[in-house]
């Protein structure tokens, strides 16, 4: 019945707005009734999206401040429709550093001379872009010189340049597309970077505007805006400046990634150390000495040497990939139950059996994934020199689209695979039938065992031979299936979520329990410590597993007090050893307690979540309640073993 009505509902004209009313509903409440649909009737998809294009440019609200110093207008009361059997591009960064290095008018002159096709798409949306330029400038007297010059032409200043950016940021942010990155923004201004002083001012001021419209630009949870600064590989004066005003101003958004290698100055570290000891969660720490020759067998030599990230980690080359990276959520447990389900015989032919389950489960994901096609976006075909160049719009014509995927619930299929095999086959005091049957019944019949299993030692996250063998050996089955096909990793945001849908395992969760955070380990417990899961995440193979692969620590404030030098010293030793990418909470227990009790109280308070900031407040009670246990896990059994 409830499918008859749907379809009945896909046929009236009402229906995509309906869908989008809905969607904005469950994001924004009743506030949504005041949303303007920016819709279109052409029906060729290219001409519906320029058009929606030129609408938004002729109809948004505009706002400017009297005395700010940058203009930075986002109309947060219109939503522009989707088109059905389409994917909006986001998590992706554009070229930013062509449109400081260039302006509009230097990309309009890269557009092909010749009438018609893609090429009166461009421009045309160039002309939609001017217009809106036009009606800006009018608006903010104060800077509508400014406004006529940027970002119409080439930058001069680091004002003029960080204007620029501000600009078409929050151009693409009102034509619809989610978890736009900002990219590597010390790399792009450096030439522009003149008197220290004066850069942090601006920087500052920069960071106050993209900071603003949270709740609008905020996908899944508060917070979660996809608004990424990519930092380091090579340092300069702005690397140590963007991260000193983030200290300053001690806000969550934008997120910060420092990239780093062997040549990061100890200065930078020192930083970094310091916005980490603040609790602001960042920066989150990607290794470029694995994750270069990771993105090399997909991306040139020299492009992977400039890569970003997407929304949280996952790495792709600014300006010229189009890859989502984060198309589905597999759920590593879920093959498994099916693998246990009437089985008989050796752990050998267990794993086999589950390499097919695993094999046939990703057939079925990636069939609804690739049933969808990218929705075209001539704005963002503007900002990547490649789709300009061949004269095709970015859902097509990048000159990557190497898409993938995010992987959950390792550390779960880990332990319960391990559990299986000393109860089953070592041990022999159960059967897979009764595994089958404790695990229907919820461990219900069952504390005991299922307490045991949450404490197995070696599990994991342990620095220990048949861990590691085992984990990488579920990577290899990953890579057999999806490798050159889709990229996989092996961090994902959907722990809780996903695990409100899973059945109980065998690693001692109940069922609808959150999955794994990460790489960590899924209970820490006495005899752990941050050394041994750095070896542990020092020895996967990110080689194969890459779209993501971030080892998540908690630390408590007091013990960074007693212990920061060898903590810091620690992380750089992991990283060194191999270790991808690696974020940091720091939070008092103490204050953690108070504030799950009455976060009302306590505004400020920022914690990190899948791969960004938030305030602790914002965050929906299952999230909090998962931080809190964490935490207190980390707290109470140390963590630090020299």
Known sequence: MKNTMLKIARRTPFFPYLRAYHALYRKQGLGCIKTRIISSSKKDILERRLHQLEKVCRDSRIHFNPGDRFFYSIDTGIHVLETEGYRRLGNLTPDYGLLVERGLEGIEEMIEDEPGGYPDILRRALGAVKLYLERCAEHSPEIADKLRRVPLKPAETLGEALQSILFMNSLIWMYGHPLI???????????????????????????????????????????????????????????????EVMLELRIPDPKVVLRVNSRTPDDVWELSYRCLREGLGYPLFSNDDVIVDALSQYYSRSDALEYATSACWEPLIPGRSSDQNNLANLNLLEPLEDALHGFRGEFSELLERYRQELHRYIDDVMENVESVRNEPSPLLSLLFPDCIRNSRDICDGAGYSINGVLTVGMGNLINSLLNIRRL???????????????????????????????????????????????????????????????KFGLSSPGYITLGESTGASFDGRHAGEPLGVHISPLKFTDGMSYTEVLNFAAALDYLKAFNGGVVDIMVDRPFLDRAGNEFMALIRTGLRRGVMQLQVNVLDPEVLLRAR??????????????????????????YRELIVRRALEYSEHGGYSG
């Open 181 to 243: 990155g900002l990219g590597r923004l010390d790399s792009i201004l450096k030439e522009y970077h003149e008197d220290p002083e004066e850069s942090r001012e601006l920087i500052r001021d920069f960071i106050l505007s993209v900071s603003s419209c949270y709740e609008f630009k905020s996908n899944v949870l508060p917070g979660d805006t996809g608004q990424v600064i990519v930092l380091g590989g090579e340092y300069n004066d702005l690397t140590r400046i963007f991260l």
């Open 424 to 486: 089953c086959y070592d041990e022999k005091t159960m059967n897979i039938a009764e595994v089958e049957d404790v695990l229907r019944d919820d461990f219900r019949s069952a504390e005991a065992l299922r307490v045991g299993l949450e404490l197995i030692s070696p599990g994991y996250g342990m620095d220990e031979d048949e861990v590691v063998e085992l984990t990488n050996t579920i990577i290899q089955m990953l890579h057999d299936k999806l490798g050159g096909r889709y």
């Open 597 to 622: 009790d009455n976060p009302e109280l306590y505004p400020d308070l920022i914690v990190r979540v899948w791969g960004f900031s938030a305030y602790f407040r914002d965050l929906p009670e299952e």
